[in-house]
């Protein structure tokens, strides 16, 4: 018992010091002084300075494939001379490449945010401003003309509100051969600021470029002198409160106009699963009730000569399945996963957790995933002991490693593919250090916690309605093809999977674009619909192996609840080359490496529901009849 209070003190203590580096009292701590950061909704008086921060730059297409916006040659420093007469207005000095002090999520989605030289204050008009003078060389020619020709946009922020532009533009470009004869490449110099007020607050920011400023950087040898320069206009924004700044981002013109959730579909989605489910359940009960009938109505001496299908197989239904320390570790980490997203889900539609913070969510869904170790270590070695486990600590280890460790050699792989080709979407060492940390001090004791509170305190009895004879029956294997395993999970993964495959577009977008998803009640009611359907038909294909006689329903039970992850990889194979622009080795590796990770994740826990769904149903069908 003492040693179980200390574990759990040491884990309490583990969990307030994480909590702390979530704050920034500890994130980075290995990285240089940073700027701190201006407060979303800061009230400003006139001619208060306003801070623009710059961030990353990339291919559009590829989102993931993210670089210091001072990778390419823009201005460091503000010219002190101005071309037009504007030496009224108040000016400060603003130092440019400042890194600033980021939240987790932001370090973890790429973000990588720098001071900039603009001088903006508050409500203060500029038609026209000189950033700086300078003569690019062939060089930095180059890298802006590459930049352009893979379609590069950046990003800016003013606050928490975020600002694209498009950093160039080809004319007269072949698509397929790319630059040929007679096109020319064309660079943005000039940046227009459009800033909206309300009650002395920003709610909204966007920035575009001029065309007409535009200059002409073909010949990448010959240097260039470019002038650099933005302007500011501020508009007084009637309807939009600093409270829902982020709702124009939905129809933002910089960002792809199709993101519309289309409801008749999801509503269509919805009523063909509820009839189908309806169908399947009204044509079980109507077996099963036959079969509980039939059963019922036999006598002691006919019960042996007409005893059949899965009323045959009761001595052997409840035999524990093989690999059983790993059996329980996945339906543990399944039950956590599940718990995990639900909670994270409610977090997000409750507004507990900012749907528009950058990171925000992922931050959360690491966080939740370390507190609800405890219960993916409870619920393994309690169902562990309750199939009479010897090596309980081996099972713990196991939920505690069976879905971390995939997604860690992951991340080795993209990250490595990452620093090599220099983009912002590999970690720092900071981050990486309190990923460490909060895995290491929270996740993994709090996992062992779980498994000794099981262990201790948790009832051991399975209380299986049938005794399990010594000896296994033999199995039938002259079965027809279409009432075999294998064709039995492409059925089940397909029904779940119809359910969820509307909402998975705009989820894809979300993930792998520039897409703000905010729909969460929509997504938690699509969640829990695909727990629902995927925990039925995987009772309903039970039956029929049951009713073949076939007994060793665990592991089939899990990868047929599990079979909807699956699909969910294949579609994203789909969608990567029919429904996106991404290329490339360094968007690629991180598409499908994370895309597995979390279709692993959905294997996990929708098994693990299916798992403990079928677990009831064959309780339920064994309690109701006379077993020898």
Not at 28 to 48: I, M, P
Not at 83 to 110: F, M, N, V, Y
Request: glycine fraction near 6%; aromatic fraction near 14%; charge should be neutral.
């Amino acid at each position: 018992m003492v040693s179980v209070l200390r574990r759990s003190g040491s884990s309490a203590a583990a969990l307030v010091a994480a909590l702390l580096i979530l704050l920034g009292v500890a994130d980075n701590v290995v990285e240089a002084k940073k700027v701190k950061r201006v407060k979303a909704g800061t009230t400003y008086k006139t001619h208060d300075p306003v801070h623009v921060v710059v961030n990353k730059v990339g291919p559009f297409n590829n989102p993931t494939e993210t670089y210091r916006y001072y990778s390419l040659p823009y201005c460091h420093t503000h010219d002190d001379i101005d071309d037009e007469a504007e030496d009224a207005l108040p000016r400060q000095k603003r130092e440019a490449r400042l890194q600033h002090k980021q939240r987790l999520g932001e370090s973890i989605t790429g973000d990588r945010r720098e001071t900039a030289p603009f001088e903006i204050t508050y409500k203060d008009t500029i038609e026209w401003r000189q950033l700086c003078k300078t003569t690019l060389g062939p060089d930095e020619l180059e890298s802006f003309k590459k930049a352009i020709h893979n379609s590069y946009f950046f990003e800016m922020f003013v606050e928490d509100l975020p600002m694209w532009g498009y950093i160039g533009d080809v004319s007269d470009e072949d698509v397929v051969l790319g630059e040929v004869e007679g096109s020319k490449t064309y660079l943005f110099p000039h940046l227009h600021f459009k800033l909206g007020t309300n009650k002395g607050n920003i709610v909204s920011a966007t920035v575009t470029t001029d065309s007409d400023r535009r200059v002409d950087i073909t010949n990448s040898h010959k240097p260039t002198e470019v002038q650099f320069s933005y302007s500011v206009d501020w508009v007084w924004e009637k309807d939009l409160t600093w409270k829902t700044r982020m709702s124009r981002y939905h129809d933002s013109r910089f960002l792809p106009g199709s993101f519309e959730i289309h409801w008749l579909s999801i509503i269509n989605s919805f009523v063909l699963v509820l009839l189908l489910t309806a169908f399947l359940t009204i044509i079980l009960m109507r077996v099963l009730k036959n079969d509980f009938s039939r059963y019922m109505e036999l006598d002691e001496e006919t019960m042996e000569e007409e005893e059949s299908g899965w009323k045959l197989i009761h001595g052997d239904v409840f035999r524990f399945p093989e690999n059983s320390s790993l059996f329980c570790a996945s339906v543990g980490t399944g039950v956590q996963l599940m718990l995990c997203t639900f909670a994270v889900l409610v977090l997000a539609l409750t507004g507990a957790v900012s749907t528009t913070r950058r990171g925000s969510i992922l931050a959360g869904c690491i966080v939740v995933y370390c507190i609800t170790s405890f219960i993916s270590g409870y619920a393994s070695t309690n169902l562990y002991l309750k199939m009479n486990g010897k090596a309980w600590t081996r099972c713990v280890l196991l939920a505690a490693t069976l879905f971390p460790v995939p997604v860690a050699a992951v991340f080795m792989i993209v990250n490595t593919i990452a620093l090599g080709h220099g983009s912002t979407s590999a970690l720092p060492f900071g981050t990486i250090f309190t990923l460490t940390f909060l895995y290491v001090c929270i996740s993994v004791p709090l996992c062992v916690f779980g498994g000794s509170v099981a262990k201790n305190y948790g009832r051991h009895d399975f209380n299986a309605p049938t005794r399990t004879t010594k000896v296994a029956r033999e199995i039938p294997t002259d079965v027809p093809w279409y009432r075999g395993k294998p064709f039995q999970m492409v059925i089940a993964g397909f029904l779940p999977f119809s359910a969820i495959y509307i909402e998975l577009h705009y989820i894809f977008a979300s993930m792998w674009g520039h897409q703000i998803y905010t729909l969460f009640g929509i997504l938690l009611f699509a969640f829990v619909l695909l727990v629902i359907v995927s925990s039925f038909i995987t009772v309903a294909l039970l039956y029929f192996q049951l009713a073949r006689e076939d007994h060793q329903w665990w592991w089939a039970t899990f990868f047929n609840g599990g079979m909807t992850g699956i699909y969910i990889y294949v579609y994203s194979i789909f969608y990567y080359y029919h429904r996106s622009g991404m290329s490339g080795l360094l968007q690629s590796s991180f598409y499908f490496g994370y895309m597995a990770a979390v279709s692993f994740g959905f294997f996990l826990m929708l098994g693990s529901a299916a798992f403990y769904m079928s677990l009831a149903f064959v309780k339920h069908i064994y309690g109701r009849i006379k077993c020898d």
